[in-house]
């Protein structure tokens, strides 16, 4: 079983920054893919980005490549969101998952382990 935990979310105007962060339970942090996630109200979940450890991989959907970059620490069991030049269409509350076996790494639905979410508020 892995918990995960977020952090780092909040109000913040557009073209502003945040970084999120995701401290997980597991011990070996490294065999797993982690992916960050958002929903909107109303809206299904939408990936984000995702990072497999073991290759150092990162992936990221085509709306915040260049503007958001995952990272990982692998020591501290965490994972990182960096979110830069925020819009107001990036509010949603974001949620950081946790799987080992492979799939489609962009299917919330691949992803066994969730966190309770922080929520992004960008105003205009």
């Known amino acids: 079983q892995v918990q995960l935990v977020e952090s780092g979310g909040g109000l913040v105007q557009a073209g502003g920054s945040l970084n999120l962060a995701c401290e997980a339970s597991?011990?070996?942090?490294?065999?797993?893919?982690i992916g960050w996630f958002r929903q909107a109200p109303g809206k299904e979940p939408e990936f984000v980005a995702a990072?497999?450890?073991?290759?150092?991989?990162?992936y990221y959907a085509d709306f915040v490549k260049g503007r958001f970059t995952i990272s990982g620490d692998n020591a501290k069991n965490a994972a990182y969101l960096q979110m830069n030049s925020l819009k107001p269409e990036d509010t949603a509350v974001y949620y950081c998952?946790?799987?080992?076996?492979?799939?489609?790494?962009?299917?919330?639905?691949?992803?066994?382990?969730w966190g309770q979410g922080t929520q992004v508020t960008v105003s205009s």
């Open positions: 998952a946790a799987r080992v076996v492979g799939g489609d790494y962009r299917n919330s639905n691949t992803y066994p382990y």
């Open positions: 597991a011990r070996t942090f490294n065999s797993y893919t």
């Open positions: 990072i497999t450890w073991s290759i150092g991989n990162t």
